[in-house]
């Protein structure tokens, strides 16, 4: 080992994290009624240029909250990239509606929209995009096929905060979007979700459904009209979110920039691929720097390389599993033999790097260093 173990993502708590935590934890509002939680609502939506937010305890119970408030359920069937992250399945399962899935585009690695069309039934209400590793999805080509089959668009924009396409930023294509500030994502309360939309109504039934249905009008008689649940965000989780949303700009700037050097090392070695990157319409914020290993060409298997790496103290990740080999969903009744070549090659040739937001260009270097040498060995 050359140097201390780098691991795949710390946050970055730079900021005011501490102070306002403090400062919560000092005036004794620690629950979900606090000041905090409408501040970082506030600039939260004001950051993706939309109209609403609504703080939630994370990305999962996110994009559930979101699908409840659209009305989904039993008989409903739900359109996911079969490459994501198994949260954005699941939220369609708990709401009794059937999760179908698209292959990844091989360049973007985003839901390949020109295969969408296929997968469209009478049973199908929504159309949930993933902008996976804070690439935005072909969100025109997503909206013309949502508009001719009558469909709604939910974003899964859980590894995307401030990805942008002609400008347009993450959470504000969907009718209704879905945001998660676990640990590892751009923007990080420890544990934590958002939901963002510009529509009055879905707003008030994402409160309303996530506090136990208790009235929105504040009485407190203790009869509910319907079921709910307990989705609320604390103040101390929210005031880590405020001081984030406050470093938002510098801190994606940070991802892209470790990305950048991330590429300048590893684009040349044979057998070493990246994802579709930022061009003229697209800004991609770099959630995490993945590669895909192609063994033939690199001369080492994906799975060898992140034992080669871990031997050097550098930490990595496999990407997802395909949603179509999860047994969880074989089990509720998913398809389970169905043809992804795409997501089944990001899944056997992908992993992630480390990328926290405040890798030196030391640590980069050193990474570099250990896949280039893995290449000649
Ligand atoms: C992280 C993530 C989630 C889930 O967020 P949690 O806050 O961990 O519940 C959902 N979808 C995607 C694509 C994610 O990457």
């Not at 001719?148 to 009718?175: P, T, V, Y």
């Not at 709910?228 to 920039?257: C, I, P, T, W």
């Not at 179509?324 to 056997?348: F, I, M, N, T, W």
């Amino acid at each position: 080992m050359t140097g201390p173990f780098l691991p795949v993502c710390e946050p970055t708590l730079t900021g005011n994290e501490q102070a306002y935590v403090l400062d919560a934890v000092s005036t004794g509002w620690i629950s979900s009624a606090g000041k905090y939680v409408t501040e970082f609502e506030r600039s939260f939506a004001q950051y993706c240029n939309v109209p609403y937010a609504v703080g939630v305890c994370n990305g999962t119970m996110a994009l559930h909250l979101a699908l409840v408030a659209l009305g989904i359920g039993p008989g409903d069937e739900v359109i996911i990239p079969d490459f994501t992250m198994v949260a954005t399945a699941f939220a369609v399962c708990y709401t009794g509606a059937k999760p179908v899935y698209v292959d990844a585009h091989p360049e973007t690695w985003n839901i390949d929209v020109r295969l969408i069309e296929e997968k469209i039934t009478a049973r199908t209400r929504v159309i949930l995009p993933v902008h996976i590793m804070g690439l935005l999805c072909d969100m025109p080509a997503i909206e013309a096929i949502a508009k001719k089959h009558n469909l709604i668009i939910l974003e899964d924009a859980a590894e995307a905060h401030g990805a942008e396409f002609r400008g347009r930023r993450a959470g504000s294509f969907g009718a209704i979007s879905a945001f998660s500030f676990f640990a590892n994502k751009n923007l990080t309360t420890g544990e934590g979700g958002m939901i963002v939309t510009g529509d009055a109504d879905l707003f008030d039934r994402c409160r309303y459904h996530k506090n136990l249905c208790f009235p929105l009008s504040g009485g407190r008689e203790y009869v509910h009209n319907d079921i709910g649940f307990n989705y609320r965000l604390s103040n101390l989780h929210a005031a880590v979110g405020l001081a984030q949303v406050e470093k938002a700009d510098e801190l994606r700037q940070m991802r892209r920039r470790n990305h950048a050097r991330y590429v300048e090392l590893l684009s040349r070695i044979p057998g070493i691929r990246f994802q579709k990157d930022d061009d003229a319409d697209y800004l991609h914020v770099h959630w995490m720097n993945a590669i895909l290993v192609n063994e033939g060409q690199y001369g080492m298997s994906r799975d060898s390389l992140m034992a080669y790496l871990r031997e050097n103290g550098i930490d990595s990740r496999k990407l997802f599993t395909g949603m179509h080999r999860q047994k969880a969903l074989h089990s509720y009744g998913c398809e389970a033999d169905g043809y992804y070549p795409v997501s089944e090659r990001l899944a056997a040739e992908g992993l992630y790097l480390p990328s926290s937001s405040h890798l030196s260009a030391e640590q980069i270097e050193r990474v570099g260093n250990v896949i280039l040498k893995g290449s000649s060995l």
